[in-house]
């Protein structure tokens, strides 16, 4: 096995600057900037983001906001589609708190200027798959995230007047005695930090990239779920990936997503010989949840031997497409496909890492002193499936609680700054040059056919004894850019989801064993927990 460092570069308390905070919120999408906005003003918080704040997984969101608006839904209606789409391990109390609060936080983010789509003065409601009732808020048409991240930036910005560190990667989390007491971060201008706080709060999204085909953008590499692995805490539900059945699939371009609200507004999907097949696989056709269109489209792609299906709007009024999704419009029209008439090609792609950081209904994780909110986390809602349009909504309830949490815990602390004299060795340079992109590029395509839409006892043991050969190179080294820190933490986190997927033995969710292709209840109803030794 091979040996996964606690930090993965050296450093050393006197040629390191020193920066100290209250709280350390690190992320800047919609879980990060929204527990900023809850602590406490008489604290001290810096925000620090990977890259641009526009660049997460919560702005690129095209789908909405769930909650329960409408006259003829309700709360109950809302917990039970919540649940049926996590297979059996979502946790009702989570749930029920989550979907109970959703109102109250999509009612907040318009009085903070978020501008949501309405008709005649009311809030349009959508649906999409496994939602039983329009519940779904939208923004700009198919650019929910987009709006909601202006609305919440600006707020953050010009009313709290928070700090912010751009372009600003986060190595590790520093830890003493088990505690996090901060993390040590890098950017061109400063170099390395010692980032010290009395509460730290990760909230740095996803792990789409460790996929070939992915709707995450660059940045979301899995760095949180590392260094939280790294320093201790513990991660849960790491085999359950969610595939987004719909992904934009033009051979040599990136991927980009079509949105569920389009099979929400009625949009088929066909197979190559212009088959309608979701009904063949689900009675709730195209508005199946996610696990289930995305396994029925890669069964069809396979039985058909070509490589996506596609998706189609002509049945539908055109100009009433068009505008309900402008920006998909636009983007297809790149490729001269007019997207209320022809056909969409599209096939599933690695969208959301359901596990993560486990934490409680206050987002307070293992580890002392860390805090966590949004896809870095496993809070217990989404189970072994997320249901569309919960995600936006987690990020802002467990975002909301765990600036309350860090906030009483700093609050509780001494007013007084410790610098810790933590460090870490310098390794002996490295003999060989390592290729990072080959290894990334390698893993992407390994990951993506061992660990996909469909998973298989042999081909996810091939993938660790490859994943772990790489490791035993590209870990016992310390690099010196991002680059090569990414490349590690998706190794670290390949490494964990494939050994959650291999202890697995059954199929639940978004976790497809070709080798054990049933449910069982009687010895997997549970959800399986990882922490490094």
């Not at 790489?470 to 310390?478: C, F, H, V």
Request: charged share 25%; net charge negative.
């Amino acid at each position: 096995m091979a040996i996964i460092p606690r930090y993965l570069v050296a450093f050393h308390p006197k040629r390191v600057s020193h920066h100290f905070v209250d709280v350390l919120v690190i992320g800047g999408g919609i879980a990060g900037l929204r527990a900023t906005m809850a602590l406490d003003p008489r604290l001290t918080a810096l925000v620090v983001s990977k890259d641009q704040l526009q660049e997460s997984n919560s702005s690129y969101a095209q789908g909405g906001i769930a909650g329960v608006l409408g006259a003829d839904d309700t709360f109950e209606n809302h917990v039970e589609d919540t649940l049926i789409a996590g297979a059996g391990l979502c946790e009702p109390e989570v749930v029920e708190m989550v979907v109970r609060e959703a109102p109250g936080h999509i009612r907040q983010l318009i009085e903070w200027g978020t501008s949501f789509d309405e008709s005649e003065g009311e809030l349009l409601l959508g649906r999409e798959g496994g939602h039983s009732h329009n519940r779904i808020v939208h923004a700009l048409g198919d650019a929910t995230g987009q709006e909601i991240m202006r609305a919440m930036i600006t707020r953050a910005r010009h009313v709290l007047q928070a700090q912010f560190w751009q372009n600003t990667f986060t190595i590790d989390l520093l830890t003493n005695e088990g505690v996090c007491c901060g993390a040590l971060v890098w950017n061109e201008r400063h170099g390395k930090t010692y980032v010290w706080a009395k509460q730290t709060i990760l909230a740095t999204g996803g792990a789409g990239q460790i996929f070939r085909e992915t709707t995450n953008p660059a940045v979301a590499t899995g760095d949180g779920h590392a260094a939280a692995y790294r320093a201790g805490a513990e991660l849960a539900d790491m085999e359950f990936m969610q595939f987004h059945p719909t992904v934009l699939y033009i051979a040599g371009s990136s991927r980009s997503l079509i949105t569920e609200a389009m099979r929400g507004e009625g949009g088929r999907l066909l197979d190559v010989h212009g088959v309608r097949f979701m009904p063949e696989y689900d009675p709730r056709a195209e508005l199946a949840p996610r696990d289930v269109v995305s396994q029925a489209i890669s069964d069809r792609m396979e039985r058909t031997h070509h490589p996506c299906v596609y998706l189609d709007m002509s049945h539908l009024d055109p100009e009433k497409v068009r505008k309900r999704f402008p920006g998909i419009a636009q983007r297809c029209r790149e490729f001269g496909i007019d997207i209320a008439t022809d056909r969409i090609p599209v096939r599933p792609g690695a969208h959301y890492l359901v596990g993560g950081v486990k934490v409680d209904l206050h987002g307070r994780t293992s580890l002392k002193g860390l805090l966590a909110a949004g896809e870095v986390t496993s809070s217990g809602l989404h189970g072994a499936n997320r249901l569309a349009s919960n995600s936006l909504l987690e990020g802002l309830v467990f975002g909301a609680r765990a600036g309350e949490a860090a906030s009483a815990a700093a609050l509780q602390m001494p007013d007084s700054y410790t610098a810790i004299p933590l460090e870490n060795k310098p390794l002996p340079p490295p003999r060989e040059h390592l290729d990072l992109q080959d290894i990334r590029n390698s893993l992407k395509s390994l990951m993506w056919r061992a660990a996909g839409v469909q998973r298989g006892g042999e081909g996810l043991r091939e993938a660790a004894r490859t994943i772990e050969a790489w490791e035993r190179y590209a870990l016992s080294q310390q690099f010196k850019t991002a680059d090569g820190w990414e490349l590690q933490n998706m190794l670290i986190v390949s490494q964990v989801m494939i050994a959650a997927a291999l202890r697995r033995e059954e199929s639940r969710g978004v976790h497809l064993r070709s080798d054990f292709p049933v449910q069982d209840d009687q010895h997997w109803k549970v959800r399986l927990s990882d922490r490094r030794d």
